[in-house]
């Protein structure tokens, strides 16, 4: 056969070949925009948290509770974003650490961005976590000193009492993530001088061995991220660091098995060095504390 009896042939296979590369350019394009807006879409989970063992002037108090930022900077320098944590009124708000990212796309400016916005808001408590303690110490105490300019109570193994509008106080302590020690949770605990008593720690797999033990009411922690890529409507995910493949304490409200402790567990609103999340959202978590009779 001559050769130009073949072109008709080639010419079409050309034909599906770049046909069914624009076919995948196109779902490829699809799926980028889809996880960029998972990835910025933001979910609020609002939970009612009850004990008798609070006083009636807590009755109402909120705790805005954000975690894991990762420097992450939300639209227009993060206005929608506090828009939507001044809209939930709260009286206190706890950040769970890795607020800076220290793997491949550390920002510092952009975290001091978001901590000095969040603290014109309500009052902040902060804790550190597993990427803070990763910076170069300098850079730390440097970004430790402008926080703390902005009136951010920075809680290293310490304990404040958080008042309420009429003067009672109840517990908060805070562990910092690269010193989160049983005996010293313990000891800052038993001494605790209210019934209720709130923790705030970076990293939920504490929660049986460390934080139940400990008596704390409450636990606020972060770290999971939520698994980062979650099996679509099963809230199962994949991976967290330090829990591996199909973690357990990845979100929501959990109880400990043994004792009297309730935590809720972040699933952040940023990434570390895996740029994409999928079927889970960022976050911010409010409880309201109510009392029981
Ligand atoms: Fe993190």
Redesign the pocket.
């Known amino acids: 056969m001559s050769k130009s009896a073949n072109r008709p042939e080639s010419r079409g296979r050309l034909q599906f070949v770049i046909r069914r590369i624009g076919l995948w350019c196109f779902v490829l394009l699809l799926f980028l925009a889809a996880a960029y807006g998972a990835n910025n879409k933001l979910d609020i989970s609002e939970y009612t948290y009850a004990s008798d063992e609070l006083s009636y002037s807590f009755d109402g108090f909120r705790i805005v509770h954000i975690?894991?930022l990762?420097n992450k900077v939300f639209a227009q320098d993060n206005a929608a974003v506090m828009q939507e944590i001044r809209g939930m009124q709260p009286d206190i708000i706890v950040l769970t650490?890795?607020m800076i990212d220290a793997s491949n796309h550390t920002d510092i400016p952009a975290a001091e961005l978001f901590m000095q916005q969040v603290s014109e808001i309500a009052p902040v408590y902060y804790v550190l976590?597993?990427?803070e303690n990763l910076l170069d110490k300098a850079d730390l105490t440097a970004f430790e000193e402008k926080i703390r300019e902005y009136g951010i109570v920075l809680l290293e193994n310490e304990r404040v009492q958080i008042p309420s509008k009429t003067g009672q106080t109840i517990s908060l302590i805070g562990m910092d993530d690269n010193s989160l020690q049983a005996n010293l949770l313990q000891t800052l605990a038993e001494e605790a001088p209210d019934d209720f008593c709130i923790l705030l720690a970076h990293e939920p797999q504490y929660l049986e061995e460390y934080y139940a033990k400990a008596g704390v009411d409450l636990v606020f922690s972060?770290?999971a991220?939520g698994g980062q890529f979650r099996i679509p409507f099963t809230h199962q995910g994949i991976w967290a660091?330090d829990q591996g493949f199909l973690p357990e304490l990845t979100e929501g409200c959990v109880e400990a098995k043994s004792g009297d402790t309730t935590m809720y567990i972040s699933r952040?609103l940023g990434n570390?060095s895996f740029p994409l999340r999928l079927a889970n959202h960022p976050e911010i978590i409010c409880v309201t504390l109510r009392v029981s009779s």
Do not use: E, K, L
């Open positions: 975690s894991d990762h650490g890795d976590g597993n990427h972060g770290h991220h660091p952040g570390s």
